[in-house]
């Protein structure tokens, strides 16, 4: 297994429009981890997943935000009429199903809102 | 809420030098500690993390961190630092029984030739 992956790695899309992007984890992990990374900023988290089941949601995550893992596998991060702030770096990470565990992390969506 | 300080957000230090990038976190409580590093290009990776036993933990290419309970520190430390070092390193911190990690705004740490 090479690790996470996501896709796209780079968009660019107009304010208002609809932008969704995947995170495959490596395989034998059970939970999925999405984070938001703006300039100059640490990794700030937005929801995990164990299996299919999303078991926390930031407030950061407002209701145009929705994630989800329909079959314990990928998962999806879906913004709704986007907006300039919503530019950032979008990570994904995933570990084994103990807090000890570590996260491994994706390289990144890049999304810039015009 | 646990919240994490990195007070430096870059360190310029000349290659074979000492360096260290302090860290502090707000909350007391029982935590797991995280030095995760990202290169230039790449993704974030963990350089090394404290969940108990010795508070001296190191990684493998020579970055050691010491987990301070009464200071809330976790301060990471090289003692000769290499080209090779040039990333931005991004404290962490977990409270027990919480899955979710708090990072710290980063420290760019540029080596000198």
């Known amino acids: 297994d090479t690790g996470v992956s996501q896709d796209p790695r780079h968009k660019i899309t107009k304010r208002g429009q609809n932008v969704t992007f995947r995170c495959d984890p490596i395989?034998?992990?059970?939970?999925l981890y999405w984070y938001r990374q703006t300039l100059g900023q640490g990794p700030e988290f937005l929801t995990y997943?164990?299996?299919?089941?999303?078991?926390?949601k930031s407030r950061l995550l407002s209701d145009r935000f929705s994630a989800e893992r329909p079959k314990g596998s990928f998962s999806t991060l879906e913004i709704q009429r986007t907006e300039q702030g919503d530019s950032a770096m979008y990570l994904c990470?995933?570990?084994?199903?103990?807090?000890?565990?570590?996260?491994?992390f994706g390289p990144g969506t890049r999304l810039t809102v015009l | 809420a646990q919240s994490v300080t990195q007070l430096d957000s870059q360190v310029p230090v000349f290659e074979e030098a000492p360096v260290e990038l302090r860290c502090n976190y707000s909350?007391?409580?029982?935590?797991?500690l995280f030095w995760y590093v990202q290169y230039p290009n790449q993704g974030l990776q963990l350089l090394l993390k404290?969940?108990?036993?010795?508070?001296l933990v190191k990684s493998i290419n020579g970055f050691e961190a010491e987990f301070n309970k009464s200071q809330t520190s976790f301060h990471l430390r090289k003692p000769s630092v290499h080209i090779s070092d040039t990333a931005e390193y991004f404290c962490?911190?977990?409270?027990?029984?919480?899955?979710?990690?708090?990072f710290g705004k980063g420290t760019r740490l540029h080596i000198l030739p």
């Open positions: 990470a995933s570990s084994l199903p103990v807090s000890t565990d570590t996260q491994y």
């Open positions: 395989s034998e992990h059970n939970r």
């Open positions: 997943f164990q299996n299919e089941a999303q078991l926390e």
């Open positions: 909350s007391s409580v029982s935590v797991y």
């Open positions: 404290y969940l108990s036993g010795s508070t």
């Open positions: 962490a911190v977990s409270d027990r029984g919480d899955d979710k990690i708090i």
